[in-house]
């Protein structure tokens, strides 16, 4: 039986866009429709992206159900930008993120992103283009180690990718799982299982997860009204790096300007303005959505500044 999807910080992120009757919002990450539903039934007007076909096709009820405030967009988030002005809506009240892996794709086990249940070793979000399988079996020892240890911040990259080069073929998550607890020596007691780095840093290569979030945060400033909100929600340190410096960045927080310096220019106009501190779970959320443990919110309100061509 699998978890209910329950969408992570769902009343932190209401409270932050404030939706109503006729508040064009973006759920540029759609999933099981969590956001959408929650937005919708206070009278906003829902653009809705996933790269994922199942989530697409799982949707349709929802825009029937909603007679044409919730449209569907099988596109990146990243595209978010180009697929609005193709259909004729230049900017938007709010977007939200949710960024990373659904529950509903970690608990269909032929998809292969976890290795809770044997699957094959595949982990594409959008069902297209490399597998996680093909990069493993086909990839130099040194590119396989290079991608645990950036995205997995996996200490041993280079004794893992040793084991996996020396398995290969590698077919199954389960068999993928099997070769690195070998290499590093797990102990069915051990608190957290090793193989959850390796299965982390595979999937964001292969989904190329944090060049998407890049994109997608330059996107939503350039379509996002002056007064719109932005907010982000996160799941490890290294998407919550990336949505911490942006906001920071488009704040114009932490430049420095010295009094001592006659004639020095100032920056650009901020993009972004009241950023908020990282917002985390409540124990009693937790309690009742374990997944949402690691989840890290962000928001920030779009001031009328140009955006900028190339956020990060």
Same mark, same amino acid.
């Given at each position: 039986?699998?978890?209910?999807?329950? @969408?992570? !910080?769902?009343?932190?992120?209401?409270?932050?866009?404030?939706?109503?009757?006729?508040?064009?919002?973006?759920?540029?990450?759609?999933?099981?429709?969590?956001?959408?539903?929650? =937005?919708?039934?206070?009278?906003?007007?829902?653009?809705?992206?996933?790269?994922?076909?199942?989530?697409?096709?799982?949707?349709?009820?929802?825009?029937?159900?909603?007679?044409?405030?919730?449209? =569907?967009?099988?596109?990146?988030?990243?595209?978010?930008?180009?697929?609005?002005?193709?259909?004729?809506?230049?900017?938007?009240?709010?977007?939200?993120?949710?960024?990373?892996?659904?529950?509903?794709?970690?608990?269909?086990? %032929?998809?292969?992103?976890?290795?809770?249940?044997?699957?094959?070793?595949?982990?594409?979000?959008?069902?297209?283009?490399?597998?996680?399988?093909?990069?493993?079996?086909?990839?130099?020892?040194?590119?396989?180690?290079?991608?645990?240890?950036?995205?997995? %911040?996996?200490?041993?990259?280079?004794?893992?990718?040793?084991?996996?080069?020396?398995?290969?073929?590698?077919?199954?998550?389960?068999?993928?799982?099997?070769?690195?607890?070998?290499?590093?020596?797990?102990?069915?007691?051990?608190?957290?299982?090793?193989?959850?780095?390796?299965?982390?840093?595979?999937?964001?290569?292969?989904?190329?997860?944090?060049?998407? !979030?890049?994109?997608? =945060?330059?996107?939503?400033?350039?379509?996002?009204?002056?007064?719109?909100?932005?907010?982000?929600?996160?799941?490890?340190?290294?998407?919550?790096?990336?949505?911490?410096?942006?906001?920071?960045?488009?704040?114009?927080?932490?430049?420095?300007?010295?009094?001592?310096? @006659?004639? %020095? =220019? @100032?920056?650009?106009?901020?993009?972004?303005?009241?950023?908020?501190?990282?917002?985390?779970?409540?124990?009693?959320?937790?309690?009742?959505?374990?997944?949402?443990?690691?989840?890290?919110?962000?928001?920030?309100?779009?001031?009328?500044?140009?955006?900028? %061509?190339?956020?990060?």
């Amino acid at each position: 039986m699998t978890a209910p999807h329950i @969408p992570v !910080l769902l009343d932190e992120v209401i409270a932050a866009i404030g939706p109503r009757d006729g508040l064009a919002v973006v759920d540029a990450t759609f999933g099981a429709g969590g956001y959408s539903v929650a =937005l919708l039934d206070r009278g906003a007007r829902v653009y809705a992206f996933d790269r994922d076909p199942n989530a697409i096709r799982d949707g349709a009820d929802l825009v029937r159900k909603y007679d044409g405030r919730l449209s =569907l967009h099988q596109e990146r988030f990243s595209e978010m930008r180009a697929e609005l002005d193709r259909i004729g809506v230049a900017q938007v009240d709010a977007v939200v993120m949710d960024i990373g892996v659904s529950s509903m794709q970690l608990d269909q086990g %032929e998809r292969g992103f976890a290795f809770s249940s044997d699957g094959p070793l595949d982990m594409r979000m959008s069902q297209t283009g490399e597998s996680a399988a093909d990069f493993l079996n086909t990839a130099e020892e040194a590119a396989i180690a290079d991608v645990l240890y950036e995205y997995g %911040e996996e200490r041993q990259s280079r004794r893992v990718a040793r084991a996996i080069v020396a398995a290969r073929p590698l077919e199954t998550t389960g068999e993928l799982a099997r070769v690195v607890r070998r290499a590093l020596g797990y102990k069915p007691h051990d608190k957290k299982d090793p193989a959850t780095r390796t299965f982390q840093a595979v999937r964001i290569h292969v989904n190329d997860e944090l060049g998407e !979030l890049r994109a997608g =945060l330059t996107a939503a400033e350039a379509i996002l009204k002056d007064g719109g909100v932005l907010a982000v929600v996160s799941f490890h340190s290294l998407e919550d790096r990336i949505v911490k410096r942006f906001f920071k960045q488009a704040s114009g927080a932490g430049r420095a300007v010295s009094r001592h310096l @006659p004639g %020095e =220019l @100032p920056g650009p106009d901020p993009v972004f303005t009241k950023v908020s501190k990282a917002i985390r779970p409540s124990e009693a959320e937790i309690e009742r959505n374990p997944r949402s443990r690691s989840s890290t919110l962000r928001h920030a309100i779009r001031t009328a500044a140009p955006a900028r %061509e190339a956020a990060l």
